[in-house]
């Protein structure tokens, strides 16, 4: 484990190294489809070996592969030739966008997913042949390890680098690794249908998987949807489920405008919806079928999130959510009303308030809603009438000067005491500071407010202590950024209007 440590630190530090002047944002797609590129390739290569010791068998035979569920790679896109043949040459952008096409074009299934900007003038490509220099060597000097597996490490690895180095955009695509842990320890998705709408680079999905083959399950036994609005963080994800051999239904589009998996009910959700949206469309969704337990504001998404995901559960499924602290406590329009609601009809299971500094893109607290159908049915003991607090602010070990991480220790205690407490023979029991059973009387006499902290003995800091400095710095690159913005259509309405010969 320390080895792959270690690999990973140098590794991320000798691609960033030859990243130059190149802007984060861009730079990971060049990266993540070169891993992801030699992760095909290597997994071709092993099967090619095979069949071509086989007398039998044709090891240029398609149909060889696609019954292995292994990627075909035509001989223009495979790494050996690729590094060893073209790597040093001035033409290698073109070689490798050649190789991304050919690829796309024998897997119909990667079609409009691989990146094909390599022949950029400004992408050094010196460097890119460094580049594939340095990955191309991944796996052949780690004993124990096989070179796709490290690959898959890898490639997760320097999602999480990529998203702590583009700061606040970073968090469109990646959650951090230890809170997609804890949601997977706590819902426990051991069989049946896994849903994320809004599914960035597939965290969730990855960690799902990781949490079957910790516990002895088998990736057969889970089948998983999703849908992601943003165009390139939709190709990401794709990457990173292939490189798992995670065979996933991810699709398009904007789920609240355009659910492409509009009449799926599932077993467990687990997802990281944007904090406190505000574009997302609600003026023209004031009727919709989802709104059971009242309309959210068009100003913020976080109740819509919550009532949509309800709305996929299957009769006995649980969803564990991540949103601001916010959404706990607000009465801001109709949602004071709407968490009234769910609370009274027993579909709040669970609360966990998190630690600071969890996020490489936001200062803003956060905490997991933990929500369930049915709370009586038989697979766990009757829940209905209570909710479980857990205040895990205290949690977390800093792993530099801006972020902290939940160790498995960690995770373990927070998840333990929700097991222990919705499990038949859980024998569970309160912990002053740290959890608490509370009955919907209490809930109801702390005017449904369901922040931990009120319950659990703990001093309830509506602001969570960050720093006045810290929120100073977070106001004020919230209002660059909404400067900056303005300036750019400023910018953009100028040229629009200089095409058509009204220069201002």
């Not at 001035?90 to 079609?111: H, Q, Y």
Request: with cysteine; charged share 25%; net charge negative.
């Amino acid at each position: 484990m320390t080895e792959l440590k270690d690999l990973e630190k140098t590794l991320w530090a000798t691609a960033d190294k030859l990243r130059n002047n190149m802007d984060a944002a861009e730079y990971k797609h060049v990266v993540l489809g070169l891993i992801f590129l030699k992760y095909i390739s290597d997994s071709f290569e092993d099967l090619y070996n095979k069949l071509k010791a086989d007398p039998l068998s044709n090891p240029e035979d398609k149909d060889e592969y696609l019954a292995e569920n292994v990627f075909y790679v035509p001989p223009v896109a495979r790494w050996a030739y690729l590094q060893h043949e073209r790597a040093k040459l001035p033409s290698i952008g073109k070689d490798l966008d050649d190789a991304m096409e050919a690829i796309e074009k024998e897997n119909p299934n990667l079609k409009g997913v691989l990146p094909k900007d390599y022949a950029r003038p400004a992408l050094d490509k010196k460097r890119l042949g460094e580049l594939l220099d340095l990955i191309g060597n991944v796996g052949f000097k780690q004993k124990g390890h096989s070179s796709k597996d490290l690959l898959g490490q890898v490639y997760e690895y320097f999602l999480g680098m990529f998203a702590d180095a583009e700061g606040k955009r970073g968090g469109q695509f990646y959650t951090p690794q230890s809170i997609v842990k804890l949601l997977a320890e706590m819902l426990e998705p051991y069989q049946g249908r896994i849903y994320d709408g809004c599914c960035g680079s597939g965290g969730m999905f990855v960690q799902s998987e990781k949490f079957l083959k910790a516990h002895g399950g088998r990736i057969g036994d889970i089948a998983v949807y999703g849908q992601e609005s943003n165009p390139t963080t939709f190709k990401l994800c794709k990457m990173n489920l292939a490189i798992r051999g995670i065979d996933a239904k991810i699709e398009l589009g904007d789920t609240f405008h355009a659910d492409k998996h509009k009449d799926l009910k599932v077993d467990y959700i687990l997802a990281n919806p944007p904090f406190n949206i505000s574009d997302w469309g609600g003026e023209s969704l004031q009727e919709s079928h989802l709104w059971k337990y009242g309309v959210p504001p068009a100003g913020n998404a976080n109740y819509a999130w919550l009532q949509l995901f309800l709305n996929k559960l299957g009769p006995s499924g649980t969803a564990g959510i991540v949103l601001a602290n916010g959404s706990m406590t607000t009465t801001t329009s109709s949602e004071g009303e709407i968490r009234k609601a769910m609370i009274r009809d027993g579909v709040v299971d669970c609360m966990v308030a998190l630690p600071t500094q969890l996020f490489f893109n936001t200062q803003i607290p956060a905490c997991l809603w933990f929500l369930a159908r049915n709370r009586k049915n038989h697979k766990f003991r009757d829940r209905s009438g209570e909710i479980l607090f857990i205040d895990a602010r205290k949690l977390g070990t800093m792993i530099n000067r801006k972020n902290k991480v939940l160790t498995d220790e960690d995770i373990a205690r927070i998840a333990d005491a929700y097991h222990t407490w919705r499990n038949q023979d859980g024998q569970y029991e309160d912990i002053a500071g740290f959890s608490k059973s509370a009955t919907l009387a209490e809930v109801e006499a702390n005017n449904y407010v369901l922040t931990p902290g009120r319950y659990v003995g703990t001093e309830d800091v509506e602001d969570d202590g960050i720093p006045f400095e810290e929120k100073v710095a977070a106001i004020t690159d919230s209002l660059r950024e909404q400067f900056d913005k303005s300036i750019e259509l400023q910018n953009r309405i100028k040229e629009n209007l200089q095409r058509i010969g009204i220069d201002l």
